[in-house]
């Protein structure tokens, strides 16, 4: 009898260890965060300086954090350098550890590493192929646009409305010359859209290229009779913008209790950006017009969350088996009752999320005349924000360009991430 009241006690000692070992994310995390929607960027990366002062099951949000950070700061090599360990994590977490799986069993999905929602590992790959066309690597974004591709692959249906990233990779097709694989994945973007108008100018050219002549009618039908006089004129140059916008959506718990001491929980995502402002270009000649595509973050990363929902379920109410026959079989009422309170304290959902990630990513494409090798000055508005571009000179077929609301100005990628903009010639 006295050995098993000492298993008893050593089984609730030790449930009220994990209750305080589980914890919420590190606090270092939360920091960085904190520092980078303050406009602190350059401290959020301070803070984040070691990855061993991270726990190893936040490893995977620790890269996350700081490569977006990093993007945002300009440093893109450096961005490139935390992301790519963020993606080899990625890889590697998919072998799971059998012991933290048991262990999170009986007691909370916080003691497993977090292996990222299907959608923000895809985007892991979204930032690289946005690094790399920013310093100027269009082959290196290439290999990250097929790397998407597997994504995409492995979770249709989650990532469904991810447009923006689609776009981005039919862009990094395109900008190295290859046609086929271009056209491919603008029309698979064309599909998702469910309307092909932001694309109908990219599909009409790469079906001329490509000789499909039934396919340049019916996408010139979805462009306007001046976008087809200027496509006739020939191709030009082209501006591109990658635009963040607000705040990405955070997980919050949820809860259903069965008497006298079950509980079931789980995360959803609430937003904190709930309006979309739509950015606006303009020249000394006002206006300037752009085909766009857009991503809503909270959209796709609601539907990502949907697709493991049957999975989180499953394990869920395998956990609160687990529990409820561990507590039925304790003989000291006493005992019984600590360890299910101690079970009811420690059953809280993983809230983990990649939060620095914003609320909207829209593309913009703004097609140059042929020939164009002067860029006057122009200012985007968004958000109630105006950002200022000082007059510069092309030096490339596609010019580059990443914003996000809080930053007084933006720098075309002339120079790689040197952060200043100088005259090439």
Same mark, same amino acid.
């Given at each position: 009898?006295?050995?098993? =009241?000492?298993?008893?006690?050593?089984?609730?000692?030790?449930?009220?260890?994990?209750?305080?070992?589980?914890?919420?994310?590190?606090?270092?995390?939360?920091?960085?965060?904190?520092?980078?929607?303050?406009?602190?960027?350059?401290?959020?990366?301070?803070?984040? &300086?070691?990855?061993?002062?991270?726990?190893?099951?936040? =490893?995977?949000?620790?890269?996350?954090?700081?490569?977006?950070?990093?993007?945002?700061?300009?440093?893109?090599?450096?961005?490139?350098?935390?992301?790519?360990?963020?993606?080899?994590?990625?890889?590697?977490?998919?072998?799971?550890?059998?012991?933290?799986?048991?262990?999170?069993?009986?007691?909370?999905?916080?003691?497993?590493?977090?292996?990222?929602?299907?959608?923000?590992?895809?985007?892991?790959?979204?930032?690289?192929?946005?690094?790399?066309?920013?310093?100027? #690597?269009?082959?290196?974004?290439?290999?990250?646009?097929?790397?998407?591709?597997?994504?995409?692959?492995?979770?249709?249906?989650?990532?469904?409305?991810?447009?923006?990233?689609?776009?981005?990779?039919?862009?990094?097709?395109?900008?190295?010359?290859?046609?086929?694989?271009?056209?491919?994945?603008?029309?698979?973007?064309?599909?998702?859209?469910? &309307?092909?108008?932001?694309?109908?100018?990219?599909?009409?050219?790469?079906?001329?290229?490509?000789?499909?002549? #039934?396919?340049?009618?019916?996408?010139?039908?979805?462009?306007?009779?001046?976008?087809?006089?200027?496509?006739?004129?020939?191709?030009?140059?082209?501006?591109?913008?990658?635009?963040?916008?607000?705040?990405?959506?955070?997980?919050?718990?949820?809860?259903?209790?069965?008497?006298?001491?079950?509980?079931?929980?789980?995360?959803?995502?609430?937003?904190?950006?709930?309006?979309?402002? #739509?950015?606006?270009?303009?020249?000394?000649?006002?206006?300037?017009?752009?085909? =766009?595509?857009?991503? &809503?973050?909270?959209?796709?990363?609601?539907?990502?969350?949907?697709?493991?929902?049957?999975?989180?379920?499953?394990?869920?109410?395998?956990?609160?088996?687990?529990?409820?026959?561990?507590?039925?079989?304790?003989?000291?009422?006493?005992?019984?009752?600590?360890?299910?309170?101690?079970?009811?304290?420690?059953?809280?959902? #993983?809230?983990?999320?990649?939060?620095?990630? %914003?609320?909207?990513?829209?593309?913009?494409?703004?097609?140059?005349?042929?020939?164009?090798?002067?860029?006057?000055?122009?200012?985007?508005?968004?958000?109630?924000?105006?950002?200022?571009?000082?007059?510069?000179?092309?030096?490339?077929?596609?010019?580059?360009?990443?914003? =996000?609301?809080?930053?007084? &100005?933006?720098? %075309?990628?002339?120079?790689?991430?040197?952060?200043?903009?100088?005259?090439?010639?």
């Amino acid at each position: 009898m006295r050995y098993r =009241r000492f298993k008893g006690r050593l089984a609730g000692g030790v449930c009220l260890l994990l209750v305080l070992s589980a914890g919420c994310a590190t606090g270092k995390l939360e920091l960085a965060r904190q520092s980078f929607y303050s406009g602190r960027l350059d401290y959020a990366t301070t803070v984040l &300086d070691k990855p061993s002062e991270i726990s190893r099951r936040d =490893r995977l949000l620790y890269y996350m954090e700081k490569g977006a950070i990093l993007h945002h700061l300009d440093a893109y090599s450096e961005s490139i350098r935390v992301l790519r360990a963020a993606a080899d994590l990625i890889d590697r977490q998919e072998i799971i550890s059998a012991g933290r799986q048991t262990g999170s069993l009986v007691t909370s999905e916080w003691l497993t590493n977090y292996k990222g929602e299907y959608a923000e590992r895809l985007w892991v790959h979204t930032y690289l192929m946005m690094n790399y066309l920013l310093a100027s #690597d269009p082959e290196d974004a290439l290999v990250e646009a097929k790397q998407a591709l597997e994504v995409y692959d492995a979770h249709p249906e989650a990532l469904e409305s991810t447009y923006f990233t689609r776009a981005l990779i039919a862009h990094c097709f395109e900008a190295v010359g290859e046609t086929n694989g271009a056209y491919i994945e603008y029309k698979k973007l064309a599909e998702m859209l469910g &309307d092909p108008a932001p694309v109908a100018d990219k599909l009409v050219m790469l079906a001329r290229r490509l000789g499909f002549f #039934d396919e340049v009618e019916k996408y010139a039908r979805h462009l306007p009779a001046e976008v087809r006089r200027q496509m006739d004129a020939g191709i030009g140059p082209e501006l591109i913008f990658f635009v963040s916008q607000g705040r990405s959506p955070v997980k919050i718990p949820q809860n259903i209790v069965v008497p006298p001491s079950i509980r079931f929980s789980f995360a959803t995502y609430r937003e904190r950006t709930r309006m979309y402002h #739509d950015p606006v270009i303009y020249s000394a000649g006002g206006e300037i017009s752009g085909r =766009r595509v857009r991503t &809503d973050l909270a959209q796709a990363l609601s539907e990502s969350l949907k697709e493991r929902a049957a999975q989180i379920i499953a394990k869920e109410t395998a956990r609160v088996a687990v529990k409820e026959a561990i507590s039925q079989n304790i003989e000291d009422a006493f005992l019984e009752a600590l360890i299910r309170g101690a079970f009811f304290v420690m059953e809280e959902p #993983d809230t983990r999320a990649w939060e620095t990630l %914003p609320a909207y990513w829209t593309m913009i494409r703004v097609p140059l005349s042929p020939g164009t090798e002067e860029v006057p000055a122009f200012t985007v508005k968004n958000a109630g924000r105006t950002f200022n571009v000082p007059e510069f000179r092309l030096i490339r077929q596609y010019t580059y360009f990443s914003l =996000r609301n809080g930053e007084p &100005d933006m720098r %075309p990628n002339v120079l790689g991430d040197t952060g200043t903009i100088e005259d090439p010639s």
